[in-house]
């Protein structure tokens, strides 16, 4: 999935994730590559370029939306852009159903 590293790199999903058709398809937001380095606490937010390994990016750009990430209930360890803030971020089950815009190196 997507790292965000500036504001212009929204503009590109937000496009992207419209062309595709990808709301129709899975409700009002786009998964990106964020995740909490420690799921299980409050931990900080980072970008995870491989899923299948621990490489990991720290944020350098951030947009929440303001009170989050929040964690509620103690479960929200990955992050979403939300069409409905403005594409501003929000920390979110992993489960919940999205649309995904996925990122590859050219």
Do not use: K
């Not at 999935?1 to 058709?21: E, F, P, R």
């Not at 990016?57 to 069409?83: D, K, V």
């Amino acid at each position: 999935m997507c790292n965000i590293v500036c504001s212009d790199d929204v503009v590109y999903v937000q496009t992207q994730a419209t062309l595709t058709g990808c709301f129709t398809l899975a409700g009002t937001s786009i998964w990106t590559a964020g995740q909490r380095i420690d799921p299980s606490s409050e931990s900080a937010f980072v970008w995870r370029t491989d899923a299948d390994s621990d490489t990991v990016s720290a944020m350098t750009y951030t947009n929440w939306i303001p009170g989050q990430p929040n964690n509620c209930c103690g479960g929200e360890p990955c992050m979403h852009l939300l069409r409905g803030f403005s594409y501003m971020w929000n920390d979110l089950q992993c489960s919940t159903a999205s649309c995904s815009v996925c990122e590859i190196d050219l």
